[in-house]
Nanobody, 119 residues
């Protein structure tokens, strides 16, 4: 059974930083793209970042580029999202997801972690 468990969310003031973690189990982690998405109340889910299975290629959503950094540790089956210069608009539930190398859809999702940025 595949599990993705996010942690590290919380309440932070604007301009602050948080580091999210997502621990994966039940899959061969190094065979998967890993991604972060977020969803704010009343809004559609938004792509945040993704990283290739070997950590060698990243992509970011336009609203977070230059402020957020995705990384992974395949030895720990964990993907991270370092979030700096947080803004109130970053307030959302953040989800990690896993996507197989040969597929175009995100196969597995975590339960999400709440990030709240106060002004």
């Amino acid at each position: 059974q595949v599990q993705l468990i996010e942690s590290g969310g919380g309440l932070v003031q604007a301009g602050g930083s948080l580091r999210l973690s997502c621990a994966a189990s039940g899959l061969t982690f190094s065979n998967y793209f890993m991604g972060w998405f977020r969803q704010a109340p009343g809004k559609e889910r938004e792509f945040v970042a993704r990283i290739r299975w070997d950590g060698g290629l990243f992509m970011y959503g336009s609203s977070v580029k230059g402020r957020f950094t995705i990384s992974r540790d395949n030895a720990k089956n964990t993907v991270y999202l370092q979030m700096n210069s947080l803004e109130p608009e970053d307030t959302a539930v953040y989800y990690c997801a896993a996507r197989g190398v040969a597929v175009s859809s995100w196969d597995y999702w975590g339960q999400g972690t709440q990030v709240t940025v106060s002004s």
